[in-house]
C-alpha cells in the first residue's frame, strides 16, 4: 500500500527540489527518497520505470512550468509587447531556476507526456508571432530564431559565461530590440 502522502506527484516534487539544490547529477531514487522519509524501494509505487521514468517526468513537470510561465507573461500582449514579455519571462525562469532550466530537454524523447509539453511550450512562440502575420515555413523559422535567442541567452547568463563588467540586462534588451525588429521586417510579415 502507498504511503499516505506519497504520490507521483510528491515524488517529482522532491526530484525538482533536488534538482534546483544539487542539479541533475544528483538525482538519485536514494537521494529522492531521502527526501520524501521513505525507502529507495517505496517509489517504485509511485513511479514504476525507476530513476529513467522520474527523469522523465522531471523533464515534463519543467517543460510544461515552462510554458505555463511563458503563456502567463504574454497573455494580452501581441507583437513586439509580447517579444519582450516572451524574452523577459524565458530569461527569468532560467535565472530563477538554473539546475531546473539545466534539465529541459531541448530534443524531446518520443514520449507522449513530454511530446505535448514541448507542444504546448513551441505552442506559446507561435501565438507570440501570429501578431506578425507569419505563416507556413516563415513562421517556423521565425520561432527558430526566437527560441535560439531566448535559449541562448539563458543559456549562456545561467552558466557564467557573460563576464563583461556590462549588465546583462541591457544585453537582453539589445537583442530583444533586435528580434523585434527583425520580426517587423520577416519576410512575409504583416505591419501594425
Not at 538525482?27 to 525507476?50: F, I
Not at 512562440?125 to 527560441?147: C, D, I, K, N, P
Request: glycine share 10%; aromatic share 4%.
Amino acid at each position: 500500500m502507498p504511503r499516505a502522502g506519497l504520490s507521483t506527484a510528491a515524488v517529482v516534487d522532491h526530484a525538482v527540489e533536488l534538482v534546483d539544490e544539487l542539479g541533475t547529477e544528483a538525482l538519485t531514487l536514494s537521494a529522492v527518497a531521502a527526501r520524501a522519509g521513505v525507502a529507495a524501494p517505496s517509489l517504485y509505487k509511485h513511479v514504476a520505470g525507476g530513476l529513467p521514468e522520474l527523469r522523465r517526468l522531471v523533464a515534463v513537470r519543467t517543460t510544461g512550468e515552462l510554458a505555463d510561465h511563458l503563456a502567463a507573461a504574454v497573455l494580452g500582449r501581441s507583437r513586439d509587447g509580447a517579444v519582450r514579455a516572451l524574452l523577459a519571462a524565458y530569461a527569468s525562469y532560467a535565472l530563477q531556476h538554473p539546475r531546473r532550466y539545466a534539465a529541459l530537454p531541448q530534443v524531446p524523447d518520443p514520449d507522449p507526456e513530454l511530446v505535448a509539453a514541448a507542444e504546448r511550450l513551441v505552442g506559446v512562440l507561435f501565438a507570440v508571432l501570429r501578431g506578425y502575420g507569419l505563416q507556413g515555413s516563415e513562421a517556423v523559422h521565425a520561432v527558430r530564431t526566437l527560441r535560439a535567442a531566448a535559449h541562448g541567452y539563458a543559456s549562456l547568463t545561467t552558466a557564467g559565461a557573460f563576464q563583461l563588467a556590462e549588465g546583462t540586462d541591457v544585453t537582453l534588451e539589445r537583442l530583444t530590440g533586435v528580434l523585434v525588429e527583425g520580426l517587423a521586417n520577416w519576410p512575409g510579415a504583416e505591419g501594425p
